[in-house]
């Protein structure tokens, strides 16, 4: 009897995951046929000054259109992680972002974010160089998002291309900053000029005193740091205010601006 039910457990997690194979399956191949036609398209987020809320960048965020409607990077950004996929997928959002950003009248910045298969496999600094150089667009103005995986590393190649950007004038910023090790003594010695402290740390702002009080804690220290420091996920005027006390230098969020079409970026 326990045998029998042993078995029904193996064939109904070999059937999960088999559908799951299946699933990834399907979002790779379709993902390719979107990423051989250029179907992918960008969405930009406004970043905002902390005080006076002016847009002081832009982030780039791919978007798949589908069924009338856009499937998410989680949807798919995780497939496309596990092969090579999303070194062919994010050398063309970055063209396609920076072409686009360079084509805008004005002068705030434009930030993209950067797998670790696309410093580990590719030119990175070459690439940019050359995308600069097309596109007129000052490398003050480019900065790249990478997370700690990809930042705390061995490798020579990696630490060479980062240095490499910094001294072209490209910024490099620590997306989800909190998530990952946290380690402010650590951070310091990253070579980040920008840090972004990830939406979980003021999802609860207002809420609870405990909280905030953490929160208060993180920003002061990450302030003490000497980086332009962003915060992610602001949704309320709550949240908004309570950084404004706190005078990190830039906010993003729904509360602010969503991610945009490119037509939708040029109105605002
Ligand atoms: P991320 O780089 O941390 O990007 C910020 C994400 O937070 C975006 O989700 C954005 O829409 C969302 N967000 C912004 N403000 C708020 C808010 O107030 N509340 C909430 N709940 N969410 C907010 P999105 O566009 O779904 O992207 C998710 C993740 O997918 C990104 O996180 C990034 O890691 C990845 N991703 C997006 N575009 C690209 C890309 O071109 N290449 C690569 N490699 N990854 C990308
Ligand atoms: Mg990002
Ligand atoms: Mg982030
Ligand atoms: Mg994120």
């Given at each position: 009897e326990s045998k029998r039910?042993?078995?029904?457990?193996?064939?109904?997690?070999?059937?999960?995951?088999w559908r799951q194979y299946q699933r990834e399956l399907t979002i790779k191949t379709e993902l390719q046929l979107a990423l051989n036609n250029e179907q992918l398209v960008i969405f930009y987020q406004p970043i905002v000054d902390c005080i006076s809320h002016d847009i002081v960048a832009v982030e780039a965020l791919v978007r798949w259109p589908k069924d009338s409607g856009f499937v998410a990077p989680s949807e798919f950004v995780a497939v496309a992680e596990r092969s090579r996929q999303i070194v062919e997928l994010n050398q063309y959002i970055l063209r396609q972002a920076v072409k686009q950003f360079a084509a805008l009248p004005g002068n705030i910045r434009l930030s993209v974010n950067i797998p670790a298969s696309q410093l580990h496999a590719t030119d990175l600094v070459a690439d940019v160089k050359e995308l600069l150089e097309t596109t007129g667009l000052p490398s003050q103005r480019l900065y790249l998002?990478?997370?700690?995986?990809?930042?705390?590393?061995?490798?020579?190649?990696?630490?060479?291309?980062?240095?490499?950007?910094?001294?072209?004038?490209?910024?490099?910023?620590?997306?989800?900053?909190?998530?990952?090790?946290?380690?402010?003594?650590?951070?310091?010695?990253?070579?980040?000029?920008?840090?972004?402290?990830?939406r979980s740390f003021i999802d609860d702002i207002g809420d609870k005193?405990?909280?905030?009080?953490?929160?208060?804690?993180?920003?002061?220290?990450?302030?003490?740091?000497d980086k332009y420091l962003i915060v992610e996920g602001i949704e309320n005027l709550q949240q908004a205010e309570y950084l404004r006390t706190f005078n990190v230098n830039a906010l993003q969020g729904f509360y602010f601006h969503k991610p945009m079409p490119l037509e939708a970026l040029r109105a605002v």
């Open positions: 039910q042993g078995g029904a457990k193996v064939t109904e997690f070999s059937d999960a995951l998002e990478l997370t700690e995986t990809e930042l705390v590393t061995d490798s020579a190649h990696v630490l060479n291309q980062l240095q490499a950007l910094r001294a072209l004038g490209v910024g490099i910023a620590l997306d989800d900053f909190g998530t990952g090790y946290s380690n402010l003594q650590y951070l310091k010695q990253l070579p980040v000029d920008i840090v972004k402290l990830d005193a405990a909280d905030n009080q953490l929160t208060g804690s993180i920003l002061d220290m990450l302030r003490s740091l």
